[in-house]
């Protein structure tokens, strides 16, 4: 069976109609061992197609050949929802002319359904694939797990072309996205790097500051009213973000409570607490692990999510909606508690929402954890750089110094205070850290707009000017 | 959690906004068990909503009670692909001013996604469900197993009603239906009768001509020269067509010949194929029995499949696109092989395409399997009084009496005839078959057009008039 099998990337583009001025959209499920946007923009750049916009669930390292194609006028918008730091550095140095447009992860597929940001043609990398286009990332030599941000892509784009290095017999069983949205297939030799597509293991820190500070959030959950039967949980592969989960799992354990789900970008250290009974299920809409991938392959109780299902705010309701704990990262966190996550403290891009805003907005208690200051810096400012979640969602921020509950949540902040955890107020703690690096110069930033932060909901909320040293 | 549960029907039917002259919509795997859509009328009618349209994949005869909501004028409009024969006397007889409107179950969901029959309100039949709307048709009492037919509702509609008798904590897993279509739920009591929802087994015939006809059905398949490795096959669930499907796995483990795929509406019959490996796979858009249920629940070979993804024309591509062969019986089928599945030989709509169409056009081989005559009728004919599908899509007709091959499959005719089987001019059956019955006198016609018949590609393809006798 040929089925929709053609020969080439450079056909699949070909047969698709691409043309100058069109968008074109990627998963990043392949991660920083992703071949496939590279592979499809050389084409696209030799078949002298220009103008192009490129719509990409987040960009990494690996695609800094993007810049070149910027440069050549191949590729002149950008749409993402993280971008890693080497790509980051040049967008902020002024390297596009229109701004990066940054959304979130439930934002991108609710933008995408309602039409705002149309894709004419995507790709989508598949670690496995038939040749009518039914396709899972479970299996294969480059299996990523949950291929859960392509499904808007594959749904709403006018063609998808479906990029595989492990075609298998029709049909293939397990199918994430089902053919009726696949125009082409085509096999290629590797989509990916199986050492970038995911890590090996994901570590927990053993830094001491980040063991207080993975200690004092475990305690905020366990003294938050919501660590109880049936209890939810998301958190990231950071190592005090895990280093929180293994405390928390403990307390789990010991307290014999079994929570529903666990959300998220899933570590192996969520599939030890399936596993370990402190949930009854995992929900994936992406794996960070090799154990993460095993597990989502092998465990029915460990169950693919598409974006929108994930997180989209537009749709009837996503499972952050129904979550109860999020902790969450920043690189900065104001006295409001607006977050920064998109940019360091230079103002360089160096990251994005991902599921940062949505989880957070969705999330009973939405949780910061981070150090008083990074490298002399305070954590807490007077206005953060880029807003990348409203103050509004955010519950508290839990660092080595003490514990800052956001006014909003009196409640929480009663609760911790009862439990004799060291709650302060968060400008105490902005002070408390200045009292150790000294008040920070305020930072000059550029006169040109590089990014723009758009909202879940799909409005500005904030933008990113350029680092001055190239204005 | 509460999520998205409501107290009542009544109180869905209002919150959805449902008024005059809109459109709501059922799937039918409960089939003659179904409680759901007798329920919501009842409720309706009470509100006093009139002149809706019924979008329906299938009625029955436990849907009587509409008779009596048309007759109120609280449904003046029917759409489905299916109508048993008791529903289908009262139709032929005029009791709708409008037309009935009968698609094809790839049709129906084609022109859902294309916008030609919108859906203001869906109400879904769930077998289980979460609070926020996470449900599955393989859990529960009123176990249905696929739910297949339901996804172009959940996807589509403009609001969604999710009517469970089994309401589990979030999340459920293996959900065939993510919330993030679904406005509210509510839970009854009992949404069927299990006894009607599906059959405890599905029987072969033991009529010695439709084992005849059997018999002569698999050897077609047999020397057609498609049952090789990687075969795939659908059957119905009628006596003749299980009878074949018997034959044909003995001659498939005989012959060591595993097939990739059985196709369909799924019988226990096409579970002991895969459980004996003469496939690989089942790929199920609706359970006929509980041995299909139980299969699909827990073997993962045996899939669920959207109605898109089983039938949908205009979907990039659907399962029934690869389709190898497929047995279909008729009531009626003439010399230019047009067939006839809507209408008995009064005249009267006793039944509809289903999938009759969709696997037709699809499928390599689409073999009708029939009886020579039926109560003195021959069924060859000079013109059906239906054309359900057309001659186009038909390749063969089996009877007892012969083999008619159609002209535009000439292959399959040398085949067979070099096979040594009873292949016949279909003018010679029809012959054959009235020297034995006498010539049938033309059944004459009422005036009014009481049902359309739209192809699966959204054409008005026939129409059906009413009886004489109620004109």
Redesign the interface.
């Known amino acids: 069976?040929n089925?929709?099998v053609v020969k080439s990337i450079r056909e699949a583009i070909s047969l698709a109609g691409l043309k100058d001025g069109m968008t074109i959209s990627f998963h990043h499920h392949l991660r920083n061992g992703d071949y496939v946007l590279n592979l499809v923009m050389e084409e696209v750049a030799r078949l002298g197609i220009r103008d192009l916009t490129v719509n990409a669930s987040s960009l990494f390292d690996i695609h800094l050949p993007l810049l070149d194609h910027i440069q050549s006028h191949v590729v002149t918008g950008i749409q993402t929802d993280y971008m890693s730091a080497a790509l980051g550095r040049e967008i902020s140095r002024g390297a596009m002319e229109k701004p990066v447009q940054f959304r979130t992860h439930g934002g991108r597929p609710s933008d995408i359904a309602l039409g705002r940001t149309p894709i004419d043609v995507a790709f989508i990398a598949a670690p496995a694939a038939d040749p009518?286009?039914n396709c899972s990332g479970k299996y294969g030599k480059s299996a990523c797990g949950s291929l859960g941000y392509a499904y808007p892509d594959a749904m709403y784009a006018k063609k998808?072309v479906v990029i595989t290095d492990n075609l298998v017999?029709?049909?293939l069983?397990?199918w994430s996205i089902?053919?009726?949205?696949?125009?082409y297939v085509v096999c290629v030799e590797e989509i990916g790097n199986p050492k970038g597509i995911v890590s090996g293991t994901t570590q927990i820190t053993r830094d001491p500051v980040g063991l207080v500070m993975a200690q004092n959030a475990a305690k905020v959950i366990q003294y938050s009213g919501l660590l109880k039967e049936?209890f939810s949980f998301q958190t990231g592969a950071g190592g005090a973000s895990l280093a929180a989960a293994k405390f928390l799992k403990d307390i789990m354990l010991r307290q014999q409570i079994q929570g529903?789900?666990g959300l998220g970008g899933i570590t192996g250290y969520m599939v030890d607490m399936l596993q370990a009974g402190c949930f009854?299920?995992l929900?994936d809409v992406q794996c960070f692990d090799l154990k993460a991938v095993e597990s989502i392959r092998t465990d029915?109780?460990h169950?693919e999510?598409?974006a929108?299902?994930y997180a989209?705010p537009s749709?009837?309701?996503?499972?952050v909606?129904?979550l109860d704990v999020v902790i969450l990262g920043a690189t900065e966190i104001d006295t409001d508690f607006n977050v920064n996550v998109h940019t360091d403290s230079s103002g360089c891009i160096m990251g994005g929402s991902g599921g940062h805003s949505d989880t957070a907005a969705g999330a009973k208690l939405a949780m910061i954890i981070a150090p008083m200051f990074r490298a002399r810096l305070p954590i807490v400012t007077d206005h953060v750089t880029c807003v990348s979640t409203p103050g509004k969602d955010i519950d508290v921020l839990v660092t080595q110094g003490g514990i800052a509950v956001n006014e909003k949540n009196r409640e929480l902040k009663e609760r911790l205070t009862a439990a004799g955890l060291p709650v302060l107020d968060i400008h105490e703690l902005k002070e408390k850290a200045e009292r150790i690096t000294g008040k920070p110069r305020k930072m000059p930033r550029g006169e040109r707009t590089v990014a723009e932060v758009i909202s879940r909901e799909g409005t500005l909320q904030d933008v990113i000017y350029s680092v001055p040293d190239q204005d």
């Open positions: 069976m089925g929709k009518m286009g998808v017999d029709y049909p069983l397990d089902p053919e009726s949205y696949v125009d049936g529903s789900f009854r299920s929900l029915p109780r169950q999510i598409s929108m299902h989209s749709h009837r309701s996503a499972v909606d129904s």
